[in-house]
């Protein structure tokens, strides 16, 4: 079996014809200023795409034979035309997977989705408590996300998802979480913190520790067959036994993002100029971008694993995360920050320089609070 | 095995990649990874109309192949990425995808060289 994966995983590294999972992150607009958003939210961009022109990349994606799209944000239901919007990639044969905090999830809404084919609606929580959850995601976020939830089952919408960001004050929650999922017959989906958006300022604080980290491994390892991690932590491949999954990083290869503005980065978690590849407004589209631009063919080449090459565990977990050593200032070629060797906490003490944030729709920091 | 009729799921799309082709299910959202154009061209002519022997043949896939094709398209009629003829007909009377069994979860990993089933995570 191992073969077999590791020829895939070759394969998939020099690129696909279309991506396998693709983000889209509709609007910057979001009602929460989540400490972590990886994509800096909170104010629209008077830029975003319009709705005719979410259609016309809804239009390139069918006739690239992508099968499915997240949707994400920004909170995806604060846009207008978010029906519409789903609509149209329900007409084109698009299935739809999309990532909401719930607070526009009414129980009217709620049927309407109930009613729809090809979608998966995921909402975002990350503690079992108020206490846990609201410190990270804002003040109310909690109660938001457990009515929507209470929505969906109402609705009879079947097996929505429960979204977790794993940090320092949930890893103890993980089994709650899996209860809580359960009681709503969801599924569980646990994904790794990275350093990136507003992530980048509070990831130092909320990133699990080592010990916490062998924690993560071991229950994963006890509940993967059951639980969604968008196979995010095969950083911690490198503590043995591999998870389950595919096991790499999929940037620019079966994975990439459309912002707001239909720029095109390599992963949801690299909003930065240095992995920008195009955007879907240039001339061929979405398409020509995928498959020609610069950014996205340096990728598709083999990778060097530079200061980890000499280190037996570089085939387990790959270096890990391209965007978490980026937005960390690490180099690309070297550890992960959270290297479970240590490796990358050595690196960071040697001291490293975090790039500057260039995209950033964070609402302004209240007068009040610069005055105190 | 292999006088059975099957054909491809009129859930799934299939999509030509460099290595073969992706098989994705829209009700139990699993992809599957076909790692051969030859698998390929055997599931494009299935046709629900004649045997897994039948197809095998008409595609001159030499007596030595034969059986890692049968153990592939087993595994893809396991995944329900393939239908035998009968339910092909039940899957046409346009219930919700959503509603009609579908597994959100993690699928087996197929140990063969020729189908990989992948965890659709996102």
């Known amino acids: ?372 | 095995m292999e006088h059975r009729v099957v054909t491809l799921n009129p859930d799934v799309a299939l999509r030509p990649e460099p290595f073969g082709a992706l098989a994705y299910h829209y009700g139990n959202r699993r992809l599957v990874f076909l790692r051969h154009p030859d698998l390929v061209a055997v599931v494009y002519a299935l046709d629900g109309h004649r045997t897994i022997a039948e197809v095998l043949d008409a595609e001159g896939i030499a007596p030595r192949r034969r059986a890692s094709f049968v153990a592939a398209l087993a595994s893809m009629l396991d995944s329900e990425m393939l239908c035998e003829r009968a339910t092909r007909a039940n899957h046409r009377d346009g219930a919700p995808l959503r509603s009609s069994g579908a597994v959100i979860g993690a699928p087996p990993v197929v140990p063969l060289s020729f189908v990989h089933t992948a965890e659709v995570h996102q």
């Open chain 1, 1 to 372: 079996m191992s073969t077999s994966q590791h020829s895939l995983v070759d394969e998939l590294k020099s690129g696909l014809d279309a991506p396998i999972c693709l983000t889209w992150e509709l609007t910057y607009a979001c009602n929460l200023q989540c400490v972590h958003c990886l994509s800096s939210s909170g104010r629209r961009d008077p830029h975003e795409l319009t709705t005719q022109e979410a259609f016309g990349v809804l239009d390139d994606l069918a006739e690239m034979q992508v099968f499915y799209i997240n949707i994400g944000g920004g909170e995806p239901m604060i846009r207008r035309d978010f029906f519409d919007i789903l609509d149209h990639a329900a007409r084109r044969g698009i299935g739809v997977k999309f990532s909401t905090n719930g607070a526009y999830l009414t129980p009217e809404r709620a049927r309407r989705l109930a009613s729809m084919d090809y979608l998966d609606v995921q909402i975002s929580l990350d503690g079992l408590d108020a206490a846990t959850n609201d410190p990270v995601r804002g003040d109310g976020s909690y109660a938001l996300a457990r009515t929507a939830m209470d929505n969906l089952a109402g609705a009879g919408f079947g097996p929505f998802k429960i979204s977790i960001v794993v940090t320092r004050h949930n890893v103890a929650q993980l089994d709650g979480f899996k209860a809580l999922a359960d009681e709503y017959g969801a599924t569980l989906r646990v994904t790794r913190l990275r350093p990136s958006g507003r992530g980048a300022d509070s990831w130092h604080e909320l990133h699990p520790t080592n010990e916490q980290q062998r924690e993560i491994h071991r229950w994963l390892l006890d509940h993967g067959d059951h639980v969604l991690t968008g196979d995010s932590f095969f950083h911690l491949n490198a503590l043995g036994e591999s998870l389950p999954g595919l096991n790499m990083c999929g940037a620019g290869r079966v994975v990439c993002l459309i912002d707001p503005t239909g720029d095109v980065y390599a992963c949801p978690f690299v909003i930065h100029d240095e992995f920008k590849a195009g955007s879907v407004r240039d001339a061929g589209g979405f398409a020509a971008v995928w498959r020609e631009s610069d950014t996205f063919l340096a990728l598709r080449q083999p990778q060097s694993a530079g200061a980890c090459a000499s280190c037996g565990q570089f085939d387990a977990c790959q270096g890990g995360c391209m965007a978490a050593k980026f937005f960390t200032g690490l180099p690309l070629d070297g550890p992960d920050p959270e290297c479970v060797v240590g490796h990358g906490e050595a690196a960071l003490l040697e001291g490293s320089t975090p790039p500057l944030m260039l995209v950033d729709h964070s609402r302004p920091v209240p007068v009040t609070l610069l005055a105190r």
